[in-house]
């Protein structure tokens, strides 16, 4: 199953909303995660179960969607958000990632 | 508190072997499955296969089949993965992580292969 990100890259500003898009090549349920990696270190995850909030992860981020469209939002962009973000299928193997989205600061 | 530790980073040549562990605590290892992903450098993340601690059982990306092999100890809640006939496109950092139910939580530090001649 093929995970397509959009954008790959996105210039924001603190305070800004960020959305970012993950599209499966076919459905995969709720069977979606989003992983958040700084660099130089291991990612982390933030959402499971397409929408379920990992414990200790901030409120401001939220995931929604089912099937094979799926959104990470950040409703506030903070200044320790800056980091690429990488969704990923536990539906079928091979388990596959999406491609990435670099956020950057504007 | 729920860690994986993963061996250091390694320098090895085309056509050998490497051997990485990851160490788990704070949990019941055989619990729960371990997955391994690499990353190359400036690149995204690549599944690579999992091995159920309880018995063994492993399942491997189709990519890495016939040079991958997952073990684990269950004595000292280890588990290694060792790919053979290692090639330059191998360079890359090594990641362990645990499955739960829908997610991967938490990963390992990471190990840096280098395959160099």
């Known amino acids: 199953i093929q995970l397509t990100q959009s954008p790959s890259f996105l210039s924001a500003s603190v305070a800004d909303r960020v959305t970012i898009t993950c599209r499966a090549s076919?459905?995969?349920?709720?069977?979606l995660a989003w992983y958040q990696q700084k660099p130089g270190k291991a990612p982390k995850l933030l959402i499971y179960?397409?929408?379920t909030l990992q414990s200790g992860v901030p409120s401001r981020f939220s995931g929604s969607g089912s099937g094979t469209e799926f959104t990470l939002t950040i409703s506030s962009l903070q200044p320790e958000d800056f980091a690429t973000y990488y969704c990923?299928?536990?539906?079928?193997?091979?388990?596959?990632f999406g491609g990435g989205t670099k956020v950057e600061i504007k | 508190q729920v860690q994986l530790v993963q061996s250091g980073a390694e320098v090895t040549k085309p056509g050998a072997s490497v051997k990485v562990s990851c160490k788990a605590s704070?949990?019941?290892?055989?619990?729960?499955?371990i997955h391994w992903v690499r990353q190359a450098p400036g690149q995204g993340l690549e599944w690579m296969g999992i091995?159920?601690?309880?018995?063994?059982?492993?399942t491997y990306a189709q990519k890495f089949q016939g040079r991958v092999t997952m073990t684990r100890d269950t004595s000292t809640s280890t588990v290694y993965m060792e790919l053979s006939s290692l090639r330059s496109e191998d360079t890359a950092v090594y990641y362990c992580?645990?499955?739960?139910?829908?997610?991967?939580?938490?990963w390992g530090q990471g190990t840096l292969v280098t395959v160099s001649s």
């Open positions: 990923q299928q536990l539906n079928t193997y091979p388990l596959t």
């Open positions: 704070g949990y019941t290892f055989t619990n729960y499955y």
């Open positions: 091995i159920d601690p309880s018995g063994g059982s492993t």
């Open positions: 992580a645990r499955g739960a139910t829908s997610r991967f939580d938490p």
């Open positions: 076919q459905g995969i349920s709720s069977y």
């Open positions: 179960s397409a929408s």
